[in-house]
């Protein structure tokens, strides 16, 4: 199960932190990651973490504007949203997958959380 906290609205270069917690020790290590959806578009990769924090991945549009972080002693995930732009509203959702990481691809995760919606205002 995943729990996913933060999201809401903000001014054009703002900021937000998306926090997402999993249960299940099993879930500890697992490789973590965000992805986002707007409304009429596919669901795309936002940002990857390995199962011990060393490697990360991000998208073009994010690279330099986001950072994906763990701790797996509170096993949760963060996304740090700053320099946010109209285009980066959209219901993000977190996800896990078994593998190592960091993984863009979405069928490499199987597990997903509820989604929270974040809006950034021109």
């Known amino acids: 199960q995943l729990q996913t906290f933060g999201g809401g609205f903000v001014q054009a270069g703002g900021s937000l932190r998306l926090s997402c917690e999993a249960s299940?020790?099993?879930?500890?290590?697992?490789?973590k990651g965000w992805f986002r959806q707007a409304p009429g578009e596919d669901r795309q990769f936002v940002a990857a973490?390995?199962?011990?924090?060393?490697?990360?991945n991000y998208a073009d549009s994010v690279k330099g504007r986001f950072t994906i972080s763990r701790d797996n002693d509170k096993n949760t995930v963060t996304l740090q949203m700053n320099s946010l732009r109209p285009e980066d509203s959209a219901v993000y959702y977190c996800?896990?997958?078994?593998?190592?990481?960091?993984?863009?691809?979405?069928?490499?995760?199987?597990?997903w959380g509820q989604g929270t919606e974040v809006t950034v205002s021109s």
């Open positions: 973490i390995n199962w011990n924090g060393k490697s990360t």
């Open positions: 299940g020790r099993a879930t500890i290590y697992y490789a």
């Open positions: 996800a896990l997958g078994t593998g190592r990481g960091p993984f863009a691809a979405s069928d490499l995760y199987e597990y």
